[in-house]
Structures are given as C-alpha cells and as structure tokens.
C-alpha cells in the first residue's frame, strides 16, 4: 500500500511540474486543491504529499492558511542563481575533460556540428534543444552525481524564469562562440580551460538575460 501510495503521489508530483514549466500554472498562480483532485480523481493525500515535494524543490511556496502559489522567479533570484550554475556546471566540464574517451568526443563533435548548423540558420528553437544535449552529455561524462544532482535542482527554478536568452541581439552567435571554446578545451584535456569557458558561457548567459530585462523595461517606457 505504501509503494502504491508512493508511485501515486510521484506521478501527481510530476504532472503539476508539467503544468508549472508549460504555463499552464503561471508564476504567482494559486495550486487550486479540490479542482485537481476532482479534475484527476484522486484524494487530497497523494496531491499534498505532492505538493510538499514541489516545495521543497523551490517550484512552489506554501503559505499558512492560504495554500500553495507557484514560485515567481526575481532579477535578484537570477544575479544569485547563475554564478552558482556556473561554477557546478564548469567543474563538470573540468572533469568531463579528464573522463572524456575518444568515443564521447566524437559524440559530443556531432552535437556541435549540428548547433552550427543551427545557429547558421536562425533556428533558434533546434538550437536550444541541441544546445541542452551538449550540457547533458558534459555532465554525464563528469561523472558526479553530485554536481549533477545540484544542477539538475537548479534548472528546475531557472526553468520558472521561462528564459530566451538566445533571443538577444548577437547572442546566437556568441553562445556558438563559447561552446566551441568550451568543445576545444575537452577536446585538448585541458581541464581548467574547459571550466573556464563553461563559466563564462554560464555567466554570458545572465549578461545577455539582463540586457533583454532592460530592452523591454525601455519599450514600456516609450
């Protein structure tokens, strides 16, 4: 009964993440318990236990008497998530060159080819996706399950911000530019050049970020 109870409110878990990274349940939206038990025919015992995961995931916050809201994603919030993200995901690529084989370099110069590809041709939306698998294998080939773990709890908050980083003038070009840089240092074994250029990546990222935030900040001004 327990696994079962378990298994249940796993999978709620993962079905209200669902709703939050679509936008179904936007930043600041009110986690409406007796809708989602009836919509989803469940008890309100797997729904909380649920939400108490999401909680402590950071994706939700619970309020006394009120209830649970969605997480809203602050300018501070980022100025304090990415240098930390940076320097996770550029220890991974410090490891990642040292654990690399010739097999998971060729792997990884397939990944690339095709973000080039990508990013030659505006596409931003296959540049993401490919973009994602590239970090995806460098923290595999890190082989921490620590850094991992640490990163993975990051993207989840980071991924409440709904970021278009790429969507900045010249920022395509320049995330290329990096990630060739990150690609060549692995592909060298030179590990502290490889974190280095993860955490300027990382850190270019925020940069690009910002200058969005205050691009649109003047049009509303305009």
């Known amino acids: 009964m327990r696994l079962v109870l378990n ?21 600041g939206g009110y986690v409406d318990e007796p809708a989602l038990c009836e919509e989803w025919k469940i008890s309100r015992t797997p729904l909380r236990e649920a939400l108490k995961v999401l909680t402590a995931e950071g994706l939700l916050r619970h309020e006394p ?33 040292s654990n690399a084989s010739h097999a998971d370099l060729a792997a990884l110069e397939v990944l ?13 939306a296959a540049y993401y996706e490919a973009n994602f698998a590239i970090h995806e294998a460098i923290i595999r080939l890190a082989d921490n399950r620590w850094l991992a773990q640490a990163i993975a709890d990051l993207r989840k908050i980071l991924k409440l911000a709904r970021l278009q980083q790429l969507h900045a003038p ?15 240092a692995l592909k060298a074994r030179d590990a502290e050049g490889a974190e280095a250029a993860m955490r300027t990546h990382l850190t270019r990222q925020r940069t690009a970020l910002r200058e969005l935030a205050r691009q649109r900040s003047t049009k509303v001004l305009a």
Not at 11 to 27: H, M, T, Y
Not at 66 to 94: H, K, M, S
Not at 112 to 124: C, S
């Open 170 to 184: 010249g920022r395509l070009e320049q995330s290329l530019s990096e990630h060739l840089a990150v690609f060549a």
């Open 7 to 27: 298994s249940l409110h796993d999978e709620v878990a993962a079905k209200l993440r669902e709703r939050i990274f679509s936008g179904a349940l936007p930043p």
């Open 112 to 124: 690339h080819e095709r973000l080039t590809r990508h990013a030659k041709a505006g596409q931003i």
């Open 65 to 97: 008497r009120r209830g649970c809201f969605v997480t809203e994603i602050t300018e501070r919030d980022l100025d304090e998530i990415f240098p930390v993200i940076a320097l996770l995901e550029g220890r991974c690529a410090f490891e990642a060159a």
